[in-house]
């Protein structure tokens, strides 16, 4: 089987891509399918020394640019290297397909290719947070901006299965984003899916806090896609911040400057955290079809890292487990509310 | 006049609250009204040397602590210390209230003596967001978690009145925080709010997103109380863990223990910028009277600070602007809805 890989995904494309399917597929002894202008990938790939590794090119004549709106986008342009990537999983070609693109851009694609796992309300998209203890599943934290109960209940499920079946977490903890450790703390919406959270037959840890969160407490936490998105940005932009800060300072006179450079192999750890290139890249969670997205700045060990992600799971059975899991847990839910 | 501090509000209490009290006293040349309970202030007060500073203390028998729930026990202590002080500035006897303690309790207290300000449909509480550029004001962090467009819309408003009139903001720049910067992103609650922001005649720049809050591109960023309380939970999770990885690991050898020691004073600046004491307290909005919180963590410098706070909101008429532009701005609006 193979891997599609989208050629044109990443800020610096197609460098990391090309370099990244490569080492992959020497790590994974799996044919990584690299979809983009064919122009402009191939003389890099011919360049490289392939040494016979199964890396192939299929054509997509469109681009996604990084300024353009990216779902308008992604409906004009019929034939970019999501789309045509996308229908070599749907035909059967590939089990799994990975870009460092516009995350939106791969909903939409993934949507009108692939459609959902059946029984599923709402697709989310999910990403790794770094925390005390090592990464920490968080979903949604994007693709559905306002959550009913359900939507979030499903997304439990789904994040629960993916922490099992592509992490490796043996009895996921599940931790629900509230104001307030207790039960009954939250908005309507947390108070409405609580009791819903317990019903399912989750390992469910109850209300959790970022303090919680970042601790590590919880394998999987779940949240409406708009509080997921304000918690992903600030946990980024403070991160950035606070170094920029930091940084400044080191710079400041020459006994810092030195102290800089003797501390930096500290600095390495809390860089390497931060480091997306580190998780590679995280699924669409109830797309009928294994999605990943990594980070735009991802660079050719991130786009490694996310191919492996997919072959991990795509070995591990996460779509099958999604399926089975979504039709037995909720066989009586209509598809749509 | 007189500003009346809680004396037993700090987790440390009652030393802050009593060294705080005397600084702040000779610095203001202001009454320092302490309450609380007196067998506990007095002897410290006697020992301290108060120099004839005008600090006086009010007898309060009730003490909310820290591990009880916060409004259940200031419901069944009516003589708690919150509600004592509260009572000295409805009466008129002082012109601001200060507490270092549980944040719910004093919006509990502060409703059930003073009211709200005639026209404002809900209180907010207010945090200061240590950002690039200094500090800026988030409301509300917690006092909502469900919100209208037209709470929203007054937190706004109140939040650019606070701005301008207690920390010298000519012309306050009003973010939404949202899930995208451009306008029609965000949640139901977002998009229906967008408009009335534009409506209010405030110097609005539309929606932020964090990577806009901490570069401090507004001075005021509004959000419903569930979606704030998560970004500053966040804001503090992220830095205290970042801070606790590079601390561990410039322990880690001689060589960046060295560095850790050269580089001491580039830290410095980070610890200020997130240190509670450099900014003292924030005001609970909406409450008929001015109402500080500071945090739990406040030493007497934070206590100090507090209590420079009230003092200069006072002298600027905070409490009065807000009365005037909530009746002036929402003539026709229901008090209730």
């Not at 939106?104 to 005390?132: C, D, Y």
């Not at 039709?327 to 209509?334: A, D, I, Y």
């Given at each position: 089987m193979a891997i599609v890989l989208d050629g044109m995904?990443?800020?610096q494309y197609p460098e990391p891509e090309v370099t990244g399917a490569l080492t992959a597929a020497e790590e994974l002894q799996e044919e990584i399918i690299l979809v983009g202008q064919q122009e402009l990938l191939e003389p890099r790939l011919k360049a490289a020394n392939t040494k016979g590794l199964p890396v192939r090119i299929v054509h997509a004549p469109d681009v996604l640019e990084m300024g353009e709106k990216a779902v308008e986008s992604a409906r004009k342009k019929p034939n970019n290297s999501m789309a045509i990537g996308l229908d070599l999983v749907k035909s059967g070609e590939a089990r799994a397909f990975v870009t460092a693109g516009?995350?939106?851009?791969?909903?939409?694609?993934?949507?009108?290719?692939?459609?959902?796992?059946?029984?599923?309300?709402?697709?989310?998209?999910?990403?790794?947070?770094?925390?005390?203890?090592g990464y920490t599943v968080v979903?949604?934290?994007g693709a559905n901006a306002d959550c009913r109960p359900n939507f979030l209940q499903q997304f439990a499920v789904m994040g629960s299965i993916y922490a099992q079946k592509a992490l490796g977490v043996e009895n996921p903890r599940i931790g629900l984003l509230s104001n307030g450790e207790e039960a009954g703390k939250g908005n309507q919406l947390?108070?409405?899916?609580?009791?819903?959270?317990?019903?399912?037959?989750?390992?469910?840890?109850?209300?959790?806090?970022?303090?919680?969160?970042?601790?590590?407490?919880?394998?999987?936490?779940?949240?409406?896609?708009?509080?997921?998105?304000?918690?992903?940005?600030?946990?980024?932009?403070?991160?950035k911040m606070l170094l920029t800060v930091l940084k400044e300072e080191l710079m400041a006179s020459t006994r810092t400057k030195m102290g800089a450079f003797l501390a930096k192999p500290a600095f390495g750890k809390?860089?390497?955290m931060l480091d997306p290139s580190e998780v590679g890249a995280a699924p669409l969670l109830g797309i009928d079809g294994l999605v990943f997205v990594g980070h735009g700045r991802s660079d050719a060990h991130a786009i490694h890292s996310a191919l492996r992600a997919a072959h991990v799971a795509a070995n591990n059975n996460l779509l099958e487990a999604l399926r089975e899991n979504?039709?037995?847990?909720?066989?009586?839910?209509?598809?749509?509310?």
């Open positions: 995904g990443s800020d516009n995350t939106g851009a791969a909903m939409f694609n993934g949507l009108r290719k692939l459609g959902r796992i059946k029984g599923v309300q709402r697709p989310a998209l999910t990403a790794m947070f770094p925390v005390m203890t979903l949604d934290i947390i108070k409405d899916t609580y009791h819903l959270m317990e019903e399912i037959g989750l390992n469910f840890i109850g209300n959790v806090e970022a303090k919680e969160l970042f601790a590590g407490h919880a394998d999987v936490v779940v949240t409406d896609g708009f509080t997921g998105n304000v918690l992903l940005k600030t946990s980024e932009s403070v991160a809390v860089k390497k979504i039709q037995s847990r909720f066989e009586t839910t209509p598809e749509n509310e």
